[in-house]
């Protein structure tokens, strides 16, 4: 048989309510109400598995039954886990059982479950009826409050009971009881496991973070906090975040900038702050983030260790600073960028490449292959007034003639085994293409025509 779920009562209407009752069941409601008082008296202080064992001793005893258990969902809807056992005036050991066959599988089907006798014959694949010797049940669900089943709560025993049970409204009561806690504890768990995760998460994380009060008293940090600033978890409690800053105007400026800040409510992100280690006092430097919280009193700071980079960065400005000193130095010596040397004969081309490079006036520059001529070519250029001008590209001709002029022909013929005047003729047309296309740049018409006649010759 079945009985419909009762609302929800609060504790100061339980004894109205049973006093307004019918004596519709075996005990009387004064009976009842002893018995309710007996069951919260008992478990009014207690939680968690104290809880659940007090209840179903309690409920054993007002009841008059030998065994009474609560149990809870392992698998769902499948298998069920006790949280207490009372059994024949002691508790027994918790155990494990797959619901199918048994008569908890129908209180979960169809409610509050009740079997005044023969409940073996009816559920004859249940070995733990059999070899109790069980005759009469009554099961109640456990709901939470969306109405779903989180387990159920049972009394059985070897003596038929009556159709009308007694204290079947304490009985739900007490269900409804045990649902709560089982559902503040399914709570409480998850909240434990969420803060675990967090816990896990903020510890582990590769960022620092510090949690601390407006006027930098750690309150706590993790374990990449602790590596950077140099600090063991036992001085966490006494660290004073200011006393990493070191005592120079402009670290002091920075920190006292960043801490006002956030003093006013105001978010602080990614500023650069030095520090100094409390281990050995090394320097090191930090990207800070820190946002107030809600009530005011205390800040959630955030920094990464960006050390190794001020550092690559300072070492990058050095060796720029190192090489413009560098270059001025040997400007100030030699004033040519391409060209070094100390001996008499370079310092006196150096010298004349200084009186030419001031002035406007064409330079021709002679010598033999390989000695530098270009190089000179454009010390002149980069010296002068011309520096800011892409260098013409008739300065490496005039080069390349003055190498065609040095030519050993006569080598030259023997090295490629060719005729002499074979070579010659190539020479001077060469020589030819290259003057008349100077010809605009460097010489007159007349003598450009001369040029040209002496090479006829």
Known sequence: MSFGDSPPLDADRIERLL??????????????????RAL?????????????????????????????????????????????????????????FDLDGTPCQEVYSRGLCHYSDGVQSRFPRDAGLIDLGIQSYLGVPLLDVAGEPLGHLVVFDPRPMSAEPRFLFTFEFC?????????????????????????????????????EDLESRFISANRAALKI??????????????SFIPDTPEAQRR?????????????????????RRKDNGKPIWIQWWSKPDLDGKST????????????????????????????????????????????????SVLKNVNRVAATDTTVLITGETGTGKELIARAIH????????????????VLVMRDIDGFDTDESARLLDINTGAVKTRLHRARQALRTLLAPHFESPEASARSTMADSD
């Open 19 to 36: 006093l307004m009752m019918p004596n519709s069941t075996s005990a009387s409601p004064i009976a009842e109400i002893e018995a309710l």
């Open 40 to 96: 919260v008296s008992g478990t009014a202080r207690l939680t968690g598995e104290p809880f659940f064992q007090s209840l179903v001793r309690r409920l054993a005893e007002a009841l008059q039954v030998e065994h009474a258990f609560d149990a809870e969902f392992v698998e769902r809807p499948v298998r069920v886990r006790t949280l207490a056992w009372w059994a024949q005036d002691k508790f027994a050991d918790n155990i494990e």
């Open 175 to 211: 269900a409804a009881r045990a649902a709560a806690e089982l559902e503040r504890l399914r709570s409480e768990k998850l909240l434990r496991d969420s803060e675990q995760r967090y816990r896990d998460l903020y510890n582990e994380a590769p960022i620092a973070y510090v949690h």
């Open 229 to 242: 600033l140099g600090i063991t978890p036992e001085e966490v409690p006494g660290t004073v975040g200011m």
């Open 255 to 275: 920190v006292k900038e960043a801490f006002e800040s956030v003093g006013g409510g105001a978010d602080t992100s990614g500023v650069v702050l030095e520090l």
């Open 300 to 347: 959630r700071t955030v920094f990464v260790d960006i050390t190794d980079r001020v550092l690559a960065e300072q070492e990058k400005a050095r060796l720029q600073q190192q090489n413009i000193y560098l270059q001025e130095e040997i400007k100030a010596v030699h004033n040519f960028e391409e060209i070094i040397g100390q001996s008499p004969a370079l310092s």
């Open 382 to 397: 980069s010296t002068g007034k011309r520096k800011n001008n892409q260098l013409p590209e008739q300065y490496r001709t």
